[in-house]
């Protein structure tokens, strides 16, 4: 089968095509073949020596990518639900080695779930690494409900995106924070109130708010601690949380939590559900085949892409 490998972490001329053998399925396994290849951050900043580098380094020639959609080929032993020919999706082992970019991946199957049949590979594969995340930080952490005041940054990107959505689902009023260009895009979402950060900053704007989705950490954590209410949360999507930050942060009552997203197939199926119901979509930026993977690794660099970036084998 094709697949990506890096050799030692760098720029992207360290991904490297080559052909390595067929996965070996073990008994609690499914071989999949993979239709789409979704990218985030982190398969970027683990490409360049941070994020996930310090638990994979010792796993080189190492295969990036977690998030994954496709049709299963071979099943384990074990094995009770899903079948040969079944289309799935999923995030794949993480935070361990997850080598999603190939033809083929073996995935637990208490990893995946089953694909509705009214969307697109691209589209599930795109709802994996990202809507876990906001899933699992507004479901499982935050346990959102009706009326809840949530101020999302980074609303047209990919966690962001479908973290409006989700929080629509459960009767969240929603402020989106992006460009203005994006402004539409992420009212159509289901925002009901938009700040653009390229024209005012959301800290002047908002307040009061029970819920901050912060995309970018450091610095940023402060201008979000001015908008919460005494009582309310900061979700960080990035663990850099100074000592300085939490200080203040319990001076005014507030929690800032960070914990990074987990494969699960319970919480993929509740996804997969939201999908098929047309309750949330993916919104798919840029494809790229497997070959131009480094070109799909700089369209992410540049910290723009609306919704998701996908890769096909």
């Known amino acids: 089968m094709k697949a990506i490998i890096i050799n030692e972490f760098g720029d992207i001329d360290k991904l490297l095509m080559t052909e390595l053998p067929l996965p070996e399925v073990l008994e609690n396994e499914v071989l999949i073949e993979v239709k789409a290849i979704s990218i985030n951050p982190v398969d ?57 970019y190939a033809e083929y991946v ?35 952490y935050a ?17 962001g995106h479908y973290a409006v959505q989700i929080a629509k689902y459960f009767g969240a009023y929603i402020i989106g924070v992006s460009s203005a260009k994006n402004k539409y895009f992420v009212l159509e979402l289901g925002a009901d109130e938009h700040v653009a950060y390229d024209e005012q900053k959301f800290q002047d704007v908002v307040s009061e708010v029970d819920y901050v989705i912060d995309a970018f950490a450091k610095d940023s954590l402060y201008q979000s601690l001015k908008v919460v209410k005494n009582g309310g949360t900061i979700l960080s999507l990035l663990p850099m949380i100074s000592d300085d930050l939490l200080e203040k942060a319990k001076e005014k009552n507030v929690t ?19 999908l098929e119901k047309g309750i949330i979509k993916s919104h798919i930026s840029k494809c790229f085949s497997l070959d131009k993977m480094g070109d799909a690794h700089i369209e992410m660099e540049t910290g723009k892409t609306v919704g998701k970036i996908i890769v096909k084998p």
């Open 44 to 100: 970027v900043r683990t490409r360049s020596g941070s994020a996930m580098a310090e638990y994979l380094k010792d796993n080189m020639p190492l295969i990036l990518g977690w998030d994954i959609s496709g049709i299963i080929m071979d099943i384990g032993t074990k094995v009770t639900k899903f079948k040969k020919g079944d289309a799935v999706f999923g995030l794949i082992n993480f935070l361990g080695h997850g080598k999603g």
């Open 106 to 140: 073996v995935a637990p199957e208490d990893q995946i779930a089953h694909k509705p049949i009214n969307i697109s590979y691209e589209e599930a594969g795109g709802a994996t690494l990202s809507a876990l995340t906001a899933w699992q930080l507004l479901v499982h």
């Open 143 to 159: 346990k959102i409900k009706r009326g809840d005041r949530v101020l999302i940054q980074a609303s047209s990107g990919g966690v």
């Open 256 to 274: 800032v939590h960070y914990s990074l997203v987990k494969s699960d197939g319970k919480d993929m199926k509740a996804i997969a559900e939201l």
